[in-house]
């Protein structure tokens, strides 16, 4: 059992993320496009393996729109942070199996598999037409990111690293896609009828170890350094750029 205190409220409970839900529902009132927390976690997962840190107040209006106040929702931008904070950690573990209790695994929905655990005479026609499958909708937010900050993911000059990043993104893309699979499991619950594929399961696994390629590789970079732009030499009769006062051809421009 985890223990937890005043300073350190543990991880997020379901509660914490039907709240997070709650919110993002009262802001679509006003925005449409504002999205559903899972695409918010795969644009938060994206922002912990950048390799510069993106400060709120450009993240903010990308993801949740321009008129977000965080002043007015900060129920909503303390549980943020620290799903921040659980992601961050959870990516800096050492771990190499996907069913160990460090390794981070998206906040994501089995739409087709809630749907199907409904009784029949409960389901309306057209109900399991056109759902996103199984943590799509992750990888959505997560490439979302990737797009907004376009300069910020350009491959390195360390050809190792480029290539590192290069699969770990595809690996990622690769969730955009449906799952054409054989359903064997349910990830809505553990009797449910099966919505999951296989397939579909292996895809997020690798989607899940890419994060963790990201997160290690650009940190092992360190942030990325612009080129030193090289300043124009003064013409001669221009002042000297040192502040003597005295032309540069006088001063040094001489010889």
């Not at 802001?27 to 922002?47: H, I, T």
């Not at 376009?150 to 699969?167: G, K, L, M, T, Y």
């Not at 092992?220 to 003064?234: H, M, Q």
């Amino acid at each position: 059992m985890t223990n937890t205190t005043a300073a350190d409220p543990g991880p997020l409970t379901p509660e914490d993320f039907d709240a997070l839900d709650d919110t993002l529902d009262l802001l679509r009132q006003d925005d449409e496009d504002v999205p559903g927390w899972e695409f918010c976690e795969g644009f938060l997962v994206a922002l912990v393996c950048m390799r510069r840190a993106v400060p709120p107040e450009e993240y903010w209006p990308v993801l949740l729109g321009p008129n977000f106040r965080p002043m007015e929702h900060m129920e909503f931008v303390w549980r943020w942070r620290r799903r921040w904070e659980e992601i961050a950690f959870a990516l800096d573990q050492p771990v190499d199996e996907i069913d160990d209790e460090r390794t981070y695994h998206p906040e994501a929905l089995d739409m087709r598999g809630a749907i199907l655990a409904l009784p029949p005479q409960e389901r309306a026609e057209g109900d399991l037409d056109n759902l996103p499958a199984y943590a799509q909708v992750w990888a959505i937010g997560f490439l979302s990111a990737v797009e907004s900050w376009p300069e910020d993911w350009q491959p390195p000059r360390d050809a190792e690293a480029a290539q590192v990043i290069e699969a770990a993104l595809e690996d990622i893309a690769a969730l955009v896609e449906g799952d054409a699979g054989e359903p064997a499991f349910s990830m809505y619950s553990d009797d449910g009828p099966p919505s999951v594929s296989d397939e579909r399961l292996a895809a997020v696994a690798a989607a899940i170890w890419a994060a963790y390629d990201l997160r290690q590789v650009w940190r092992s970079l360190g942030p990325r350094i612009e080129p030193l732009r090289k300043t124009p030499e003064p013409g001669r009769n221009d002042p000297c750029p040192c502040g003597s006062g005295r032309k540069y051809k006088k001063c040094h421009g001489a010889g």
